[in-house]
């Protein structure tokens, strides 16, 4: 079975911290995604990336960057976390061999930023 | 457009009825759709693919129905039980370019 693995099920910051949300894959995934996920507005894409050191903006960019130094691993950071990040944030990777993109699920980390 | 948590549509069964949830997708280009089911709390759980290319397609208590005609997707559980009780929500895509995660609808079911 694919394994998405998020490193918090629950964080707690402060308004203008810097956070890192962890994410790894166990099944030699090339792609991997990052989504928020709010009452009402449903999945929203973040970034994504397809390969090592490789990252592509999704629909809401903007406050957040990325890191994949290994294929394993992709990281979310906030440069300074602000109270409207509050969000439950998925983690997802894919195959990229193959003709769909299946993604598969981390169990989320809920970020509350005070 | 999408939507999680709040305003859901709700299905309510009684343990041991079928389920028939909709979707309505929206590119007719889309080559294949997704279904997924998300608890509680936890993250979205892959349940079964289809291609557009076929009309139906089974899983373990589960069919999937696919109308291209009027660009429709269900989702069928047979005999469903407590445990199905979850947020369920399509996703259609397109080769390798991002899926488009559809309505999510909440399942109650009633012992």
């Known amino acids: 079975d694919v394994k998405v693995t998020q490193s918090s099920r629950y964080l707690v910051k402060r308004t203008g911290e810097k956070v890192f949300l962890e994410c790894v894959q166990d099944m030699d995934h090339e792609n991997m995604f990052w989504y928020r996920q709010d009452p009402g507005l449903g999945l929203r894409l973040i970034y994504f990336?397809?390969?090592?050191?490789?990252?592509e903006k999704g629909d809401i960019p903007e406050g957040y960057s990325v890191s994949r130094e290994k294929k394993e691993r992709f990281s979310l950071i906030l440069e300074s976390a602000s109270t409207n990040q509050t969000s439950m944030y998925l983690c997802?990777?894919?195959?990229?061999?193959?003709?769909?993109?299946?993604?598969?699920f981390g169990a989320g980390t809920r970020l509350s930023v005070l | 457009g999408e939507s999680v948590g709040l305003h859901l549509p709700t299905l309510s069964v009684q343990e041991g009825d079928n389920s028939i949830i909709n979707c309505a997708y929206s590119?007719?280009?889309?080559?294949?759709f997704i279904w997924y089911k998300q608890e509680s709390g936890k993250g979205p759980q892959f349940i079964i693919d289809?291609?557009?290319?076929?009309d139906k397609r089974q899983g373990q208590r589960v069919t999937v129905l696919l109308n291209k005609t009027v660009k429709h997707l269900s989702l069928q559980i047979a005999a469903t039980q407590p445990g199905d009780s979850a947020v369920y929500f399509c996703?259609?895509?397109?080769?390798?370019?991002?899926?488009?995660f559809g309505t999510g609808t909440r399942l109650l079911v009633s012992p």
């Open positions: 996703a259609e895509g397109k080769g390798f370019q991002k899926l488009v």
């Open positions: 289809i291609r557009s290319n076929m």
């Open positions: 997802a990777s894919s195959l990229k061999r193959g003709a769909k993109n299946i993604q598969y």
């Open positions: 990336s397809y390969d090592v050191k490789m990252k």
């Open positions: 590119n007719s280009a889309s080559d294949y």
